[in-house]
């Protein structure tokens, strides 16, 4: 009966193994003599494998990340932005020449003096009667009486985009000393322009408090933050 030839092969194979095995062994043994003559040395693979901190020399950088314009022409400044910026020059120091002099002292901002009845009657833009739409302060003092309040009149001298508007409105505050009398105004806000808020302020300046005789009341000022509403009589009103 002939022999199988898979079965030869098979135990021809199993014969050379240790054959095999020594020449892998003796192959393994040459190449790492090979490494260990000409491979890189042992401090040369460190630096390679391991990050060590505070290494001395100039700092490496990729040139994608450098911090310096570095020598790719690609990536240099165009010449016309490299001269846009320049120090500012040197300032000479300058003495002031007014040194030693006297200084003149500020000179106090005058304050509203209050009118007499027959003056707010004369003046156009001031009146002692209900005309002008006044939503009366909440913040007075229960130390003071207001004997005399004066409601600005509607300007005149009005133009024509006030006077389109249905309501103006300006907001002020003024102070009142201890004695009564206002001594200070400004507007707060106001969508009618200079003319109605200098009537505003006219008329609070002639404003008139009392101050009440109660021991239990300091002798302080306050201050009033008024709303005044101007109903423009040029205004168009819609049908109801």
């Not at 005399?148 to 006077?163: F, I, L, T």
Request: with cysteine.
């Amino acid at each position: 009966m002939p022999s199988d030839p898979l079965a030869g092969a098979n135990a021809r194979y199993r014969h050379g193994g240790r054959r095999r095995l020594a020449v892998g062994a003796v192959a393994g043994v040459v190449l790492l003599i090979l490494i260990a003559l000409f491979g890189p040395s042992r401090d040369a693979t460190r630096r390679h494998f391991e990050f060590i901190p505070g290494a001395a020399g100039p700092l490496e950088l990729m040139p994608e990340l450098s911090i310096d314009q570095g020598r790719d022409p690609h990536h240099q400044e165009p010449e016309q932005f490299r001269n846009l910026w320049r120090p500012p020059p040197e300032q000479a120091f300058v003495p002031d020449e007014t040194a030693g002099r006297p200084v003149a002292p500020p000179q106090p901002i005058p304050a509203p003096q209050p009118l007499p009845d027959a003056a707010i009657v004369a003046d156009p833009d001031l009146s002692l009667a209900d005309a002008v739409e006044m939503r009366l302060p909440q913040q007075t003092s229960r130390c003071f009486v207001l004997e005399r309040m004066v409601r600005p009149e509607y300007p005149v001298g009005a133009d024509a985009p006030a006077r389109r508007l249905p309501v103006v409105t300006v907001e002020a505050a003024f102070y009142v000393d201890e004695l009564g009398r206002v001594t200070a105004s400004y507007v707060i806000q106001s969508n009618g322009g200079p003319l109605f808020d200098a009537v505003v302020l006219k008329a609070v300046n002639a404003w008139v408090f009392r101050p009440v005789a109660d021991p239990t009341c300091p002798p302080l000022g306050f201050w009033i933050r008024l709303p005044v509403l101007f109903h423009s009589p040029y205004a168009r009103r819609a049908a109801p």
